[in-house]
């Protein structure tokens, strides 16, 4: 997001260039980045204002901002659900699971299938990749801050979605499975 506007900014100073494209996208990237700031700084005070979500629109939100083929999605929602969340936050969680996939794949495109489902008065989101896995001695240690296992890794993406999941009422795991990551998170349905 920074990145582009750095790029976008490069690129309208070039001679001869029209730059009309380059500013909407430096708008439209400074206008996400300031959304990201503004809901960190509402976790960081603690007030985090959940509200009936449908799960759909947070996977779409989540999906903004990624390259383009930089994955293969697949969605396995049950219709019309809803949980109670914080669109901005709920949409960071899964974009740090989704980002995490993609960069574990690296080069190589993962496929990635979220699958959302009622349990009793519970919705449990599933994020599920086919990449190698989370290496076994650290997997213990992931939801901690710092642990990181990739080469520009912060290690803060798996903390931040707990501190999400945990301020809206959930929780979230590391599931054993055959094959790739899967990470399931718990939240209060709200029919
Ligand atoms: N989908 C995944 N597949 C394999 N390993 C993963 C996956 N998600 C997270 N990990 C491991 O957990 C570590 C911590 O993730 P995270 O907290 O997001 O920090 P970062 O991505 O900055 O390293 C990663 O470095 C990686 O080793
Ligand atoms: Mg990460």
Known sequence: MLQVIAASSYLARQPNT?????????????????????????????EVHTEPLYVGEALVAAREGMPLGAAHFEDELEPALRAFAHLGLMSRLLHVLYENSVAVAAPAAPKIVTRGYRAGERVVLEVQDDGPGVPPEIAPRIFDPLVSRRPGGSGLG????????????????LVPSERGALFRVDLRGSG
């Open 18 to 46: 029209d730059t009309t494209p380059h500013l909407e996208k430096i708008d439209r990237n400074a206008r996400l980045a300031q959304s990201i700031v503004d809901d960190l700084m509402a976790l960081a005070r603690g």
């Open 158 to 173: 798996l903390a931040l979605a707990k501190r999400i999941a945990a301020a809206s009422g959930g929780s979230i795991a």
